[in-house]
């Protein structure tokens, strides 16, 4: 049962659980259904993410005491997750094509987050070192980059659950 299991996965006391699954119907992770013969109905609909939340809190909840907070659970600062939405963007207006010359990079770099390259060297330098983004040159002489969409979508992958997890976190509390 529902109840049970968001009990157990977020250390909840049995008169705060009602109250959660109410809230949780109305997001994306569950719905409520009328079953004419047991009553009202929690569905989970995604329990694999309900599952990395309950470990988000728990992750949240021992920082508090003062323990870590795990670099998974860490948002991105906003300048890079601008910049890595810039990059998905860029990919999409290209049909999926993941390489762009300098000039081209540069201007959709400060057309889309408007900042310029160079304000944002820190991020380009964070993923040319990471593999990312690469500095490659055709065989014209141009210098082009060209970007790793299996680690970009890692990377975004985190940030939107991080983002995700944080306003669940405010639609959820119970204070």
Known sequence: NVADTLAMLLNLPDN??????????????????????KGKEIILE??????????????QSRSDSGSPF???????????????????????AQASA????LPYFEE??????????QDLDYLVAKYRKSGLLQLKQSPEGENYYEVDKERLQKRL??????????????????H
């Open 46 to 59: 995604q329990p694999e993410v309900l599952e990395r939340f309950s470990e988000y809190c728990l992750e």
């Open 16 to 37: 705060k659980i009602n109250l959660l699954l109410n809230r949780l119907a109305l997001t994306d992770l569950a719905k409520s259904e009328i079953n004419y013969e």
């Open 157 to 174: 992958s985190r940030g939107s659950e991080v983002e995700l997890f944080q306003k669940l976190e405010k639609r959820l509390t119970l």
């Open 108 to 117: 959709q770099v400060k057309s889309i987050t408007g900042k310029s390259v």
């Open 98 to 101: 993941n390489d762009f010359p």
């Open 70 to 92: 795990p670099a998974q659970f860490e948002a991105l600062p906003p300048d890079e997750l601008a910049f890595l939405k810039c990059l998905q963007e860029m990919i999409r």
